[in-house]
C-alpha cells in the first residue's frame, strides 16, 4: 500500500531457537513480537520510541488494535526483515504497516498496528494530537 507522508524503516533479526515451534518453525505469536521489534527500531532512528513519548509528554502508546496476515513459514536460524512503515493520520494515533521478508526476500507476513495516547498516570485517553507529537509530525513528515 503507497501512502503519500510516511518513513520507513528495515530491521534484521535473526530468528532464535526459542522463537520456534516443535518443528522448528516460528510460533505464530512471535510474529506480533517482531512487529514490535520493528516498532522500538522506529523509535530508535526516530525519536518515537517508547520512553521518548513518556519522557516529553507523561504519555503511554498501548496498542489497541493489530493484525497479521501470515504468507510463508520462517524457520530457526533464519535472518528475516521487518519493513515498517509509520502511516501519518490526523487523529491521535500512531499506526504502522508491517511487512516481513525471509532471506530469499519472499515476502512472509503483513501487518498493522495502531496505539493510542494514554496518560500513564490517569489512564486517560487522549482525542486530540499531543503538542509533542504535532512537533514530531512537522519535523519528521
Known amino acids: 500500500m503507497s501512502h503519500s507522508k510516511s518513513i520507513i524503516t528495515t530491521t534484521e533479526i535473526i530468528v532464535k531457537f526459542s522463537d520456534c515451534d516443535a518443528l522448528q518453525m516460528v510460533w505464530h505469536g512471535n510474529y506480533i ?21 513518556y519522557k516529553q509528554s507523561g504519555l503511554a502508546v498501548p496498542l489497541i488494535h493489530v493484525d497479521c496476515d501470515y ?32 532471506e530469499k526476500k519472499e515476502l512472509v507476513c503483513t501487518g498493522k498496528t495502531i496505539q493510542v495516547f494514554v496518560d500513564a498516570v490517569t489512564k486517560e485517553l487522549l482525542i486530540t494530537v499531543p503538542p509533542f507529537y504535532q512537533a514530531w509530525k512537522q519535523k519528521h513528515l
Open 33 to 53: 513480537k517482531y512487529f514490535e521489534d520493528g516498532r522500538e527500531d522506529f523509535g530508535r532512528k526516530h525519536t518515537l520510541g517508547y520512553w521518548d513519548v
Open 71 to 102: 504468507k510463508k513459514f520462517v524457520g530457526l536460524g533464519e535472518i528475516i526483515t521487518v519493513e515498517s512503515t509509520y502511516i501519518e493520520t490526523p487523529a491521535a494515533k500512531i499506526i504502522f504497516e508491517y511487512k516481513i521478508f525471509n
